[in-house]
C-alpha cells in the first residue's frame, strides 16, 4: 500500500543491509585489484560484474528473469 501511495518501490531492511554488504565486497575487490596492479584482472572484472547484478536484482526484483 505504501508502495502504491509513493508510486515506488520500497526495500526492506534486509534489503538494504544485503546491498551495503555487496557494495563493501565490491569495494574490497576493487581495492585487492588496485594492490595486484592489474594481475588477474579478468577475474577481479568477472567478480565485480556478478556482485553489480546481484545488487540489481535485489534493486530490481524483475531484472533477474534475463
Do not use: W, Y
Given at each position: ?35 595486484g ?7 577481479y ?22
Open positions: 500500500m505504501l508502495a502504491c501511495a509513493l508510486g515506488r518501490q520500497t526495500r526492506s531492511k534486509v534489503d538494504e543491509h544485503v546491498i551495503n554488504e555487496l557494495r563493501r565486497l565490491g569495494g574490497l575487490q576493487k581495492h585487492l585489484f588496485n594492490q596492479g592489474g594481475v588477474l584482472s579478468k577475474e572484472s568477472q567478480v565485480l560484474v556478478e556482485i553489480t547484478k546481484a545488487i540489481g536484482r535485489i534493486v530490481r526484483p524483475d531484472a533477474g528473469a534475463e
